[in-house]
């Protein structure tokens, strides 16, 4: 049977394109400035759609079998031709197999909704969460943590990459969902594996589905967003990947960073906000590397 998200009411940078693919080249970790850090070309994955290309970060550090899963199926070549078959407006973007023998010949994944807790680099927000004791980043993913309970986990924040499941946690196998806008009603319920680090425009520009029919599964004759390919940089031949860093969590950039979205002191602002960010009110930056030009 077809995954669909469980529940009720459920079942930055530059434009990414060929063009930029191709001024892009691998970069010399040691001339990555300080607090930022080059993104590993096999959790580096890309979404070809006629919107544009969707660039996104794997984290195999929170759920390995996952982001391996992607590889697998970057390299099968299945996803191409498929479609983002269910769009709802402020929720998610799913999409991937459709075809249920094809889905049962991949099976399902364990789940990794979560890890122990403890993980070397944790950042702190700064202020109190609504779902969490405790939230921060780790290596630029926004994360929830529980000392009490032991754990610590993935947001489900605009941007966030998680794999669709039926009831049983386990059940999920083969599509992916990008979170629209904050669901974290289901942290530590799916798996997020991976965040959006470009071209969240073109994913909010998908053709919707009607929540109402089939719980927004896009209608036949009518077609979602095509997957045109799926492609791990890494695959890719080392002078045609393209090249992405993002801010570290623990560097000063990015400390500046939120501040500068905490405190408000401009002009504009005669009356002062409070210092206070949602986890999930932004996200770290990440850029591509591009190549600087040679002469002849």
Not at 18 to 47: C, H, K, V
Not at 223 to 251: H, N, Q, Y
Request: with cysteine.
């Amino acid at each position: 049977m077809k995954t669909i998200l469980a529940g009720a009411a459920l079942s930055m940078c530059a434009n990414f394109s060929a063009a930029t693919a191709q001024q892009t080249a691998p970069a010399d970790p040691a001339q990555t400035e300080a607090g930022w850090r080059l993104i590993a070309p096999e959790n580096l994955m890309l979404i070809e759609t006629g919107k544009g290309t969707v660039v996104i970060e794997l984290n195999p550090s929170f759920a390995p079998n996952h982001a391996e899963r992607m590889r697998e199926l970057a390299a099968s070549g299945e996803y191409e031709g498929e479609h983002f078959y269910r769009v709802i407006e402020g929720f998610v973007a799913q999409g991937g197999l459709f075809d249920d023998m094809q889905i049962l010949r991949w099976g399902p994944l364990k789940n990794e909704n979560d890890r122990p807790y403890g993980g070397e680099g944790f950042v702190p927000l700064g202020n109190a969460d609504l779902f969490a004791p405790e939230v921060g980043h780790i290596g630029g993913f926004p994360v929830g943590r529980d000392e009490a309970l032991g754990q610590e986990w993935l947001l489900h924040c605009p941007g966030a990459v998680a794999l669709a499941r039926n009831n049983d946690p386990d059940s999920g196998g083969t599509e992916i969902y990008i979170v629209l806008d904050a669901q974290r009603y289901l942290d530590r319920n799916l798996t997020v594996f991976g965040r959006v680090i470009d071209g969240m425009e073109h994913v909010q520009a998908f053709k919707r589905g009607d929540r109402a029919i089939q719980n927004g599964v896009i209608q036949a004759p009518e077609t979602g967003e095509e997957i045109r390919k799926l492609t791990i940089a890494s695959d890719l031949p080392e002078d045609e990947r393209p090249v992405w860093r993002t801010m570290t969590s623990d560097g000063q950039p990015f400390a500046d960073h939120k501040t500068a979205l905490r405190v408000r002191e401009g002009d504009f602002f005669y009356r002062k906000p409070p210092e206070v960010l949602d986890i999930c009110g932004f996200t770290t930056p990440a850029e591509p590397v591009v190549a600087a030009a040679t002469a002849d």
